[in-house]
């Protein structure tokens, strides 16, 4: 069972940044593609930043591109959004995924970001 603790979220102005991490514990780190996801208000949650086990291979929704970099330490378990130029359309709950070689998805309890203009 892998756990997911995230952690970095906060209140920001307009143009400023933040820094999520994303803590795993209970699992092969190593093995699993890891995502960021996002949910606004009243609105369905979405992919946000993904990258492959080895960190090679990103991925981002196109309104976060150039603004947005993802990351991951294998050997300490932890992915990373850095998150610059934040707008408030980025205002939302912030969720690290993880997706095992096998399909099976893992949920952290997310973290709030708040971008005040």
């Known amino acids: 069972q892998v756990q997911l603790v995230e952690s970095g979220g906060g209140l920001v102005q307009a143009g400023g940044s933040l820094r999520l991490s994303c803590v795993a514990s209970?699992?092969?780190?190593?093995?699993?593609?890891m995502n960021w996801f996002r949910q606004a208000p009243g609105k369905e949650r979405k992919f946000v930043a993904g990258i492959n086990w080895s960190g090679i291979s990103t991925s981002y929704i196109d309104s976060v591109k150039g603004r947005f970099n993802i990351s991951r330490d294998n050997d300490k378990m932890t992915l990373y959004l850095q998150m610059n130029s934040l707008k408030p359309e980025d205002t939302a709950v912030y969720y690290c995924n993880a997706e095992n070689p096998i399909g099976r998805d893992y949920w952290g309890q997310g973290t709030q970001v708040t971008v005040s203009s």
């Open positions: 209970g699992g092969t780190f190593s093995r699993y593609g």
